[in-house]
């Protein structure tokens, strides 16, 4: 898959650019809101190019979660004592 895109510049006064990430990369990619992207640069047939990954989002919660969640609140509650 070629798909073009426009570079702009990110913040006056810095070096840095930003571009828009086409929609069918992001179906491609499976990338959500606060995902992680992880770049490698190199040489390949004499010329630079970028490979661009989807990291694990650290932010995102594991499919466990809501187990979690009851297990903790039943070790956080007060114990009741027994009578």
Do not use: C, H
Not at 31 to 42: A, H, I, S, T
Request: charged fraction near 30%; proline fraction near 5%; charge should be positive.
């Amino acid at each position: 898959m070629t798909i073009e895109t426009n570079v702009a510049s990110a913040k006056t006064g810095t070096r840095s650019l930003k571009t828009t990430i086409p929609q069918a990369i992001v179906e491609y990619l499976q990338l959500g809101d606060k995902d992680r992207l992880e770049w490698q640069v190199g040489i390949r047939d004499n010329e630079p190019v970028a490979l661009v990954r989807r990291k694990e989002n650290v932010t995102t919660k594991p499919q466990n979660f809501d187990n979690l969640r009851v297990m903790t609140r039943r070790i956080n509650s007060p114990k009741k004592e027994r009578g």
